[in-house]
């Protein structure tokens, strides 16, 4: 949790709405994230938070409201345009290229314009050193360089290893703001716990982000400002005790529990 | 499997060298260095042997530049299907559009071959890529579907507005100065293409491409223009079809709306299903059976595409995966003997 806090504005999303049909998957949510923030997106299956995500990040054009970055409008613009800004995301579902090793994978985003103008991970593959760049990037996620996991093929990868390849794929572009959908489900509780710190280093080397997440006890040791989504729309927002005391989210949590 | 009295053993050849062989000098002995080596010296002696030994008959020389010809329609296509994922139904439209510019270069503005080939090959592409750039959004069948139409608007174009010569066609057009130029010139070529390929395929640029047939979403996570990619991919493979034909309608001296015929876009299939889908060379040893194959067929008349059919199907039923796969595949199990 950075503490430098000059509350400067990166993200803003006004009354953003997506709706499929009749589904209102995302309804009227506004969310401000500022620079350093960690701010963790909760909420029951199907509330919205891929949705929402989406949005931002211009997989889906929403229906209406506005996003802006560093104060620039960039609602329906382009996913790579927003990822060539330094929005970059992970995937829910895991979207590797299955077809190339795991380190291949990352030479991808290395050669992007974005990585080619500022430079990928700590600056590294301007020069085309992208497949040493790429191993040291697999090294700091977790990606034993010895032992040749890094040169296997991405479908032959367990789960654990797609997940933080899907953070590689941020690294690599030197992201401003990381969008996080479920990066920690799916993981092995020792290997969330190898993954916080990361987490927290990223986040005090001034990497923004926004972390969807099931595991609250995890997100909440790296989450500064949490936001609860249900049936679309924003319940309550505010530092993680606040919120998950919240009669609505209690309810949205272990309501159904009681109920049946 | 080891035997007690020789103490020797028996072992893959390419087991070791797998490991090392992404970096040239990790090859430790002649015996690894001639293994990785021999499957292409062989093609390249074969195609640098065959004008020579094909000169006492001329026809039989054309015969091998249409191997050389269908061979780059095939590359184009294979690169196009298997390595960026757009199956393109359209050959013939390269093909045909680098013909056309060709044969204009040569006899409106009087370009001698040495220029009008390159020109119209730079140029056709230019034109065959803008013109694909609507489809660039489309998958699969839709693709194809749609490339298949670009032929055959263009000989409907060509004829209702009897523009290009109409129906009839250029004729007149300058040959080449002799026939080993004029096999040599092709030869080379194409193997400037298939290597030049089959290099760019591994490199960083070549990787976006393949990334984007593996998974395109998330190559625009990755800040990459998926569209942008399609489109250079397209333009690499427009310039080998308009090559084949810039080239074949200088060694023929005409072009007519035939350039855009059907067969042109399907031969390149075959070619490709029969030597290997994905390899890049096996298309050109797809064609190198074809080509002759359908020349032999001439004598049985009407039975020849029976015959030929009966071929392909042949290939593709017992023989899916494609010769260049299937012999590879042989050629990794190739043991030595070690002492132990
Ligand atoms: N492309 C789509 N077309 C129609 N409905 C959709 C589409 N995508 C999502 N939805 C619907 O929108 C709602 C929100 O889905 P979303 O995937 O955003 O939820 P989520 O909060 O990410 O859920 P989870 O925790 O399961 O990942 C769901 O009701 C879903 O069925
Ligand atoms: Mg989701």
């Known amino acids: ?260 | 499997m080891t035997t007690e009295t020789t103490q020797k053993r028996r072992e893959r050849i390419d087991r070791g060298i797998k490991v090392r062989s992404e970096s040239l000098y990790a090859l430790n002995s002649f015996e690894e260095i001639a293994y990785l080596l021999t499957p292409r010296v062989l093609l390249i002696a074969a195609f640098v042997l065959m004008p020579l030994i094909l000169s006492p008959w001329p026809y039989w020389g054309r015969v091998g530049l249409s191997v050389c010809i269908l061979a780059l329609l095939s590359i184009s296509f294979d690169f196009l299907a298997n390595y960026v994922g757009l199956v393109s139904l359209g050959g013939a439209f390269f093909y045909g559009v680098g013909g056309y510019m060709a044969a204009v270069l040569n006899t409106e503005l009087g370009l001698p071959p040495v220029l009008s080939i390159p020109v119209a090959t730079l140029l056709g592409a230019g034109f065959c890529t803008l013109a694909l750039l609507p489809c660039l959004p489309l998958r699969g069948i839709y693709f194809a579907i749609v490339t298949l139409m670009y032929p055959l608007l263009m000989t409907r174009i060509i004829e209702a507005f009897d523009i290009l010569g109409g129906t009839e066609g250029f004729r007149g057009i300058d040959g080449f100065s002799g026939f080993f130029t004029e096999q040599y010139g092709l030869i080379l070529a194409m193997f400037i293409a298939l290597f030049g390929l089959r290099r760019f395929v591994n490199m960083d640029g070549g990787l976006v491409i393949r990334a984007v047939k593996d998974n395109d979403q998330s190559v625009r996570a990755s800040g990459i223009s998926v569209t942008r990619t399609k489109a250079k991919a397209v333009f690499l493979a427009s310039l080998t079809g308009c090559f084949a034909g810039a080239y074949y309608i200088h060694m023929y001296s005409n072009v007519g709306i035939s350039s855009f015929a059907l067969d042109l876009s399907i031969m390149p299939i075959a070619a490709t299903i029969i030597g290997g889908a994905g390899t890049l060379v096996g298309p050109v040893l797809g064609a190198a059976i074809l080509v002759p194959l359908s020349e032999f067929l001439r004598d049985f008349g009407s039975l020849r595409i029976v015959v030929y059919a009966l071929v392909l199907t042949g290939f593709v039923v017992f023989r899916s995966e494609g010769l260049m796969n299937y012999m590879t595949r042989k050629y990794q199990q190739v043991e030595r003997w070690v002492k132990i």
């Not at chain 1, 999303?13 to 049909?21: D, M, P, T, V, Y």
């Not at chain 1, 919205?48 to 506005?66: A, R, V």
């Not at chain 1, 790579?80 to 590797?96: C, E, L, S």
């Not at chain 1, 509780?189 to 986040?203: D, F, T």
């Open chain 1, 1 to 260: 949790m950075s503490t430098h806090h000059t509350k400067e504005p990166i993200l803003e999303i006004r009354s953003l709405s997506k709706h499929f049909g009749g589904v209102k998957a995302v309804d009227d949510v506004s969310l401000t994230v500022n620079r350093g923030d960690v701010v963790g997106i909760i909420g029951p299956n199907g509330s919205g938070k891929t949705t929402l995500i989406n949005c931002i990040t211009g997989f889906l054009k929403p229906t209406k409201g506005t996003v802006s970055f560093h104060g620039k409008d960039i609602t329906g613009k382009k996913p790579h345009k927003i990822a060539d800004m330094g929005i970059n995301r992970t995937f829910q579902i895991m979207r590797p290229y299955f077809s190339m090793p795991a380190y291949k994978n990352l030479v991808i985003p290395l050669s992007s314009p974005r990585a080619k103008r500022v430079g990928g991970w700590r600056g590294g593959g301007k020069h085309g050193d992208r497949d040493t760049v790429a191993v040291d990037i697999l090294e700091e996620l977790g990606f034993e360089r010895d032992s040749r996991v890094p040169y296997k093929m991405a479908g032959t990868l367990p789960t654990g290893y797609l997940k933080r390849l899907e953070l590689g794929r941020c690294l690599a572009l030197r992201p401003e703001l990381i969008i996080c959908d479920e990066v920690f489900s799916g993981l092995s509780a020792s290997e969330i716990s190898s993954l916080v710190p990361l987490i927290e280093k990223l986040n005090g080397q001034g990497i923004t982000m926004i972390m969807i997440e099931h595991r609250l006890a995890e997100l909440f040791r790296v989450a500064n400002r949490v936001m609860a989504l249900s049936y679309g729309e924003k319940v309550t927002e505010g530092e993680p005790d606040e919120v998950i005391n919240h009669p609505k989210v209690r309810e949205a949590y272990l309501g159904s529990e009681e109920d049946f």
